[in-house]
Each structure stands twice: as C-alpha cells, then as structure tokens.
C-alpha cells in the first residue's frame, strides 16, 4: 500500500501535530443538530480541548463542520468516519483542517496525496500499521481501542514498531484514559465522553466545558 512521498507523510504528520498541539484528549463528536456545533465547539475550546472531530455519522455533520470553521476560530475543527475518497474531499471543502477515518485504503491513501489537510487513518494489525508506515506516517489512530486489545496490545506494539505513535479511540473514558496516555508510542486519546448527549441536548455548555477542563488537564 506504499504511496509516492514519504517526506510528504512526515511533513503532513508535523501538520497535525501542530494541530492538536499537544491536546490530551481529542473530542470524538456525533452531532444531530446542526444549532449545537457552534456553542459545543466554544464550550469545548474554552474548555482548553480546541482540536475537534466532528464524525459523519449524521447527515449534517457537514454543515456542522462549515459553521464552526466559519464561526469559532479558537476551535481547530477536523471531520472523522471517512470512509471514501469523496467524503475525504467534502471534509476538506467544508473546512475541516484534519481527516480521520476508521481505517486505511489505497484509495484514501491517494485522495490524501495531493492536499494539504492532513490524514490519520487507523490502523490495528501489525500488516496494518507496516503497510501505513511504508505509506510515510507514522501518527495513526487505533480503532476500535478497546476491542482491539487496548493499553495492553499498544503497549506490546512500543518495542517492535517504535517509531509509530497513536491516537486510540473507541470505548475510552475518565476511567481508562490514563492507561493508555501513560504509554510511550500514544500521544493523545481520542472519546466522546467530554460531550455527553444529554449534556449537548440540554444546551448546559457550562458543564461540557468543565468535562473539557478536566481531560485537558490528564497527564501524558
């Protein structure tokens, strides 16, 4: 699955990781009406969690990616669960300045070549993360964390293939987040408990932003 330009790789890694800008936590968001992206994304920036991923697992999730690029500058929003070189190239029209997506094909893999907004792809499998490697990254999200065999797999992941560093997502909360932050090759944790959606319902952004101040303050 090698592509042309492990330099690029890197370079786009830098890119990202500027992004997150050292961030703990990143906010993993299904969001189901549109009038909440604004003040969700404000609640979760003041918060000190500026880095979002707003999934498209909702049919406006677009339209919610356009308003808080256009809206909430401190907010760095990005766009998850892309699944095809089209969706890849709808986030970035929308203003997403990252792509997440679940896994990692050839065709995301092209689609992601040529442009400036910068691909973590997951990967699980040692093939899986080789294969990423060889393509020049070396930041990629692990999913579905837990499932997969969690802190103890990622752990065992650090000695073999040491130069990868991960972003883990799936099945993660306040009371398992610090296992895998406390790994060498993880650098941040990826969950949707900082937005819980009775919290995002009611509109109480107070509380989010309490959520968000403390998994911003969990050690890595």
């Known amino acids: 699955m090698a592509t042309k330009g492990t330099q690029s790789g890197a370079s786009k890694t830098e890119r990202l990781l500027a992004l997150l800008d050292g961030q703990p936590v990143i906010p993993v968001l299904k969001i189901t009406d549109v009038a909440h992206a604004v003040p969700l994304a404000r609640a979760l920036a003041r918060g000190g969690l500026k880095a979002i991923e707003i999934t498209l697992r909702t049919p406006d999730a677009l339209e919610c990616i356009r308003r808080v690029a256009a809206e909430v500058p401190e907010a760095v929003v990005g766009a998850g669960t892309i699944l095809s070189a089209s969706q890849f190239d709808e986030a970035a029209s929308a203003g997403s300045k990252f792509i997440v997506s679940p896994g990692i094909t050839r065709e995301l893999l092209v689609a992601a070549e040529p442009s400036e907004v910068p691909l973590l792809p997951g990967a699980i499998t040692p093939g899986e993360i080789m294969a990423a490697r060889e393509a020049g990254l070396d930041f990629l999200k692990f999913f579905p964390a837990e499932q997969a065999g969690g802190a103890a797999f990622l752990k065992a992941l650090a000695s073999p293939i040491a130069d990868v560093r991960f972003c883990p997502t799936g099945g993660i909360g306040p009371k398992n ?27 109480r952004w107070d509380e989010i932003e309490a959520l968000a101040k403390a998994a911003s303050a969990l050690a890595r």
């Open 177 to 203: 987040a610090a296992d895998y932050l406390g790994l060498p090759n993880v650098l941040c944790v990826g969950g949707s408990w900082v937005a819980p959606d009775d919290l995002v319902k009611a509109g």
